[in-house]
């Protein structure tokens, strides 16, 4: 069992690997307020004084995973998504986001400049061996990633009015800043443990063992929990024993002018992809909890039933890494591989490896249907970004997927794990090009009321509330 991380705020030197303030990569050159966040000295830090000439001071925790990486790698997906996108649309109303990430890099400068606006920046703390690690490894180096973020508290002088954590990870390092620079948590979870735990499926480990006992920890003492779908909230309840007053329902959203519908033949084009090809897309991490291995074997029954889809079509598996070399292959990844060469699938189902987001609504587009198969998504951003691109989905039946897509009006819902069903939906959909747009305008029209302007000020709305509840019992 992996021990909880022991923290100590004494005046012990900081934990090796920190970089200490003042150092050459501590900095981009710019000061800390010249991103509009210095600490004001007629201001003492987390007095929640704020006005509306000096906003509140967000510091958003996304510990385990940078919202800059490209979705589909061993750990980046939707979640990395939504803190990007949301923090930058909360930077053009006005918020002051500091993004608190865990350096996977020593090449990469600890406070970015990004794309994400003049009062959003991203700091990237040394926690552990700089390079791309796995969850259990991580977890190991949480109290180091607490510490590193005091000494930037210390070197800048700066205080937050208020904590929003996203995965139990980042929900834990909030609870240890608390001590030290008390403030409001807002948790996200983004996913549950004990609902992934029980969508285990063949190649699935079981989650970290201090996991669930944190989450509900976590939910007994944060101030708000955001809960993506009914489904989300009413696991929290069931299986967490959450008190549901502490629990607020707001979806992510999706950037609808970057995933737009397009027209088919320019973005078959922009792929590399004949006009006249089916294409089936898979996109996300590789996780045997995305089903994967379902979708896989869906696609051979396809095939048995139209052998001229052998050449005709292809299942275009968009995350992992682009490799055909084995031994680079994670578990996940070698075991897709090693069913598709055993269904003879190999010149059907291709790797692509991870994509820059602005690569994928043409993937989307060029889709004849975009397929989720997960056993278990909190969410489902893959299933939104592709409705909004006006491609079809088929989904399994389970978690959030329920909510966004709608059976029969913007694609199809099938039980998790049956590659029957699903086979019978994909070759549906082939066969019926008016049935494709019919869903695929029903599902942009679904898609439009997820814009990320509408969603960030119900995340706004929420940072006010709970800020007002603390003025209050101070």
Known sequence: MIALPVMSYSSDPPPRGAILPGSRRYSTGRSPGSFGLAHRADQTPGSLSADAAHPPRVCMLSYHTCPLAAPGGKETGGMNVYVRELSRELGRRGRAIDIFTRSESADVPHVVDTDLGETVRVVHVPAGPEKPAGK????????????????????????????????????????????????????????????????????????????REEERRIMEVADAIVASTPADWAAMEALYGVDAGRVHLIPPGVDLALFRPMEVLEAAN????????????????????????????????????????????????????????????????????????????????????????????????????????????????????????GTPVIASNVGGLASIVRDGQTGYLVPDGDEVALALRLRQLLDDPDLRCRLGRHGRATAEAYGWPSIAERVETLYDVVLERARSRI
């Open 136 to 211: 259990a490894e991580v977890w190991q180096h949480a109290g180091e990633f607490v510490e590193g973020i005091l000494l930037h508290l210390a070197d800048w002088r700066l205080s937050y009015d208020l904590y929003h954590a996203h995965y139990w990870m980042s929900g834990w390092v909030a609870r240890q800043l608390q001590r030290e620079h008390p403030a409001p948590l807002i948790q996200m979870f983004h996913t549950l443990g004990a609902l992934k735990d029980l969508a285990r499926g063949d190649g699935a480990v079981p989650e970290i063992a201090p996991r």
């Open 270 to 389: 922009h792929v590399g992809m004949a006009p006249d090809h089916r294409m089936i897309l898979f996109v996300g991490r590789m996780d045997p909890v995305k089903g994967l291995d379902t979708l896989v074997r869906a696609m051979a029954k396809v095939v048995e039933w139209e052998p001229q889809w052998q050449d005709q079509a292809c299942l275009c598996i968009v995350g992992g890494d682009k490799t055909d070399d084995r031994e680079r292959m994670d578990e996940e990844m070698a075991r897709i591989d090693a069913l598709r060469h055993e269904l003879g699938l190999a010149s059907v189902a291709q790797f692509l490896g991870s994509l820059p987001q602005e690569e994928l609504p043409y993937y989307y587009n060029a889709a004849q249907v975009v397929v989720v198969p997960s056993r278990y998504e909190s969410f489902g951003m893959v299933a939104l970004e592709a409705m909004a691109c």
